[in-house]
């Protein structure tokens, strides 16, 4: 018998909690029952037999009542966990002594726009924004309003400001389900000029200059049963011009009307401006990798749309990430010739690439453009460094920042292209061991601080963090990452409690971030970790094509051998060591744990990827192109060696398990984690 419990609640509707805790005696605890409902498929000659098919169905009376049955499990579990009042009491007494939170501010000429809200006030987000560096912000719209319209908790999914800061506009949606529509506000006015009207969950909001209008990125609307199965297919660009009635918005660029470009139907369009450039990009792509075109902004608003000529500057073959436009000329990070990116640039018309910068010892990492400077990204070990680029003659000048850590341009990795209408960039910059800031860059190379992010401190005590950047060998020998935190004078004789976090996947890179929950755990002795496992873009292009499919072992491998690294270095002991990852990272926390049950106590899994076999049978089948897919008898391989679902055995027993899952999630389905839990408990 599994000396384990997995359990499941619900939290505020927008969350699903699944706990795992451990015991001697598993009978200790009473399971909420669901009957299994076994489907047996046949994938190119393998039986693969899924006792928990019926949870798939969340709308079920009898999966309601069993998810309800875990929640009330969940809380009688959650209080017989060592010393979890007084870490809570902690983490409490230093919220209180930060009253705001605030989100990454978007500059538009000197005005700063940004997400904010107090901290004893959770249900209520606000816009605002400020004139200055270091002045109060002033409040533009809240969601309190459309609280109180029903029982729904409403945020803000992405926000944009026009050119001028004149206008902002933004996406709000329900509960987090990333359903949002998009309010326009009259900066100046401080009036609502639009609301709940615009359907738009990625937004992708593209201003043009003089900001009577902008372009967004609109899913299709969901009418059919079909529609509900597809709700990520035949997503369209579309303009709005200000004042006008949004169910007139004109389609720019879809797969019906441009068929010739080679869209498939489960690819995102999405349109690009910028300040410096009258043309727009236009780029699509399911994969790390864009097809992008090309044509005149003038073209794209005043001629019909079955007359504007789209000319195309690439395909996926040429591994361009992100890519901006300067006046005629095109600039992207390109992974084609180089596993660790290089700068190009290209003259259009003119196609052939020139090469700006070739990375050696470092990865590119991401670009945005301001109007008269490109700034790149580059990142080792998870650190960041900084590079400008003068777009007319490409000098490169390296910018001197307050510390190493982690730096964001982009308030969300989900922008491919992005500009700063301003001659500052805007950026955040954090630490493991240094709080949040934002900064702006001027144009003499001055790295000035916000007050956006006031410093708080936290501890009545001040201590000392320690950060080692040091590697760990894989089972094939390959140097994996590892980032270490702890207390000074921490003695290490195998006794600390350590947690590693750990993702793979996407070519998305683990930067450090500063956390004040963790302050608590490393003031208790505990020791966080981060391992830059394979399938993330930590070292690149090889370094994300090593956990990718038919290596996306390696992913939870080199979990696997940071894990015993910290064991064999007397950080920590298996009987004091947790994992932790989220959504796609779940399948290689989830792996790890299937694998190595002996080398973990426990492990917590946010909206984990735990059934990828059946993904494509959920609203998200966007991610074959990741994955795999079940269609072909080599990617099916690929997934079911990835599905931690399936590799569940009833005969071993499994560390404690804490597994979360959106209700509303808009990319993992809940069941995903659920049927892992039900097979878990059997």
């Known amino acids: ?41 046949y994938y190119f000659g393998k039986k693969v037999v899924d006792p928990y098919r019926n949870l798939e169905n969340i709308e079920n009376e009898k999966v309601k009542s069993w998810l309800i049955g875990q929640n009330k499990l969940y809380d009688t579990i959650i209080h017989y966990i060592t010393d979890r009042d007084l870490l809570v009491k902690e983490i409490e007494t230093m919220q209180k002594k930060r009253q705001k939170w605030a989100m990454y501010p978007k500059m538009a ?116 049963e079909e529609d509900k199965n597809t709700p990520y297919e035949d997503a369209k660009v579309r303009f709005h011009k200000l004042y006008t009635d949004a169910r007139n918005d004109r389609t720019i660029f879809s797969r019906l009307l441009n068929k010739e470009s080679g869209i498939r139907k489960d690819e995102w369009p999405m349109l690009y401006i910028f300040p410096s450039s009258d043309k727009v990009l236009i780029n699509f792509s399911n994969e790390l990798y864009n097809v992008i075109y090309y044509t005149n902004l003038n073209d794209v608003l005043n001629k019909p749309v079955e ?30 010739n180089n596993p660790n990116g290089q700068l190009i640039a290209m003259t259009l018309p003119d196609i052939t690439p020139k090469v700006v910068c070739d990375a050696s010892d470092f990865a590119l990492d991401d670009m945005v453009i301001t109007k008269k400077s490109v700034y790149v990204t580059s990142i080792e070990k998870g650190l960041n460094k900084l590079l400008r680029i003068n777009p007319e003659n490409y000098k490169i000048e390296i910018i001197e920042l307050p510390f190493r850590g982690g730096l964001r341009l982009k308030p969300s990795f989900s922008a491919i292209s992005y500009y700063q209408p301003s001659n500052y960039l805007c950026f955040t910059l954090t630490g493991y061991d240094k709080q ?28 000392e963090l320690i950060v080692e950047e040091t590697e760990a060998p894989s ?105 932790t990852g989220y959504s796609a990272g779940g399948i290689t926390i989830g792996r790890a744990i299937t694998e190595r049950p002996d080398l973990f106590k426990a492990a917590v899994i946010f909206a984990g990827t735990l059934n990828p076999v059946r993904m494509e049978n959920s609203f998200n089948n966007s991610t074959v192109s990741e994955f795999g897919t079940v269609k072909d008898s080599l990617e099916f391989q690929y997934l079911y060696n990835m599905d931690t679902y399936l590799h569940i055995r009833e005969d071993v027993t499994y560390p404690s398990v804490l597994f979360t899952a959106g209700l509303n999630d808009a990319r993992v389905a809940p069941w995903q984690p659920g049927k892992a839990v039900a097979k878990t408990q059997k």
């Open 475 to 579: 089972h094939d020998g390959t140097l994996v990452p590892l980032s270490i935190i702890y207390k000074k004078g921490m003695k290490f004789d195998g006794t600390n409690p350590a947690m590693i976090e750990a993702y793979g996947a996407f070519g998305l890179s683990m930067k450090p971030e500063f956390s004040r929950n963790r302050l608590a755990w490393f003031n208790h002795g505990g020791i966080y970790a981060v391992a830059h496992v394979r399938g993330g873009g930590e070292k690149g292009d090889k370094w994300y094509k090593g956990g990718f499919k038919i290596t996306k072992p390696n992913s939870w491998k080199d979990l696997i051998a940071c894990a015993e690294f910290l064991i064999k270095n007397k950080y920590t002991s298996s009987q004091k060591l947790a994992i």
């Open 1 to 41: 018998m599994k000396k384990i419990i997995i359990l499941l609640i619900i939290v505020a509707l927008k969350e699903t909690i699944f706990y795992a805790q451990k015991r001697e005696d598993t009978k200790y605890w009473q399971y909420p029952a669901i009957e299994p409902d076994t489907a047996i498929d």
């Open 436 to 463: 949040w800031g934002a900064y702006i860059c001027d144009e003499k190379k001055h790295v000035i601080r916000t007050d956006i992010f006031p410093e708080v401190q936290y501890t009545d005590t001040p201590f």
């Open 307 to 336: 007359s504007i000529i789209w000319k195309k500057i690439c395909g996926v073959d040429e591994k361009i990430t992100c890519n901006v436009l300067h006046g005629d000329k095109f600039l992207g990070l390109s992974f084609k």
């Open 109 to 224: 000429g000197s005005r700063f726009f940004y997400p904010s809200g107090y901290f004893d006030d959770h249900d209520i987000e606000r816009m605002v924004y400020t004139d200055s560096l270091h002045k109060e912000p002033i409040e533009l719209y809240n969601t309190k309003t459309i609280n109180n319209k029903d029982s729904c908790v409403y945020n803000f999914n992405y926000y944009e400001p026009s050119f001028d800061g004149r206008y902002i506009a933004f996406g709000i949606s329900p509960n987090g389900s990333e359903k949002a529509k998009i309010y326009i506000v009259d900066v100046e006015k401080k009036e609502l000029l639009l609301s709940d009207t615009i359907r738009s969950q990625a937004g992708n909001i593209q201003w043009v200059p003089d900001g009577t209008g902008f372009f967004y990125v609109q899913e299709k609307e969901i009418i059919t």
